[in-house]
């Protein structure tokens, strides 16, 4: 058992944290016009890993890919939970938010 003294107390408070890291939702579409919707860290470097035939299963041989929309969420809590409304509407309601781009600050309204 370790005892933390005033001393190591100090210096917990002066250690960086680290950066959080920014959610993002993002729309891919294949050749043939499917939507797959997911959430990243980095968007660019996870269509990067999409168009190389790697991740997603149902993306696999589906491209070229487009990159059709992305926004900046937040926490993985608040990106997840968009990506499963997102994922709930149908194509055309789809279309519709991205070009409202209302939904993420409207979260509760999906």
């Known amino acids: ?6 001393k190591s107390l100090a210096s917990d408070k ?11 939702l993002y729309i891919v579409q294949t050749r043939l016009g499917h ?3 997911g959430i990243s860290t980095d968007v660019a470097k996870r ?3 999409h168009q190389a035939g ?5 993306l696999k041989g589906k491209g070229p890919l487009t990159l ?4 900046a969420v937040g926490n ?3 990106a ?20 409202t781009q209302e939904l993420p600050l409207k979260v509760s309204k999906v």
């Not at 058992?1 to 005033?6: A, E, L, P, S, Y």
């Not at 997840?80 to 070009?99: D, G, M």
Request: no cysteine; proline share 5%; hydrophobic share 35%.
């Open 1 to 6: 058992m370790t005892i933390k003294n005033d």
């Open 14 to 24: 002066n250690t960086p944290k680290e950066p959080v890291a920014i959610w993002s």
């Open 35 to 37: 939507w797959y919707t």
């Open 47 to 49: 269509f990067a890993t």
């Open 54 to 58: 790697k991740g997603a299963k149902n």
């Open 68 to 71: 059709v929309f992305q926004v």
């Open 76 to 78: 993985r809590s608040e």
């Open 80 to 99: 997840t939970k968009l990506e499963y409304k997102v994922k709930q509407l149908t194509k055309p309601q789809k279309r519709e938010f991205i070009k």
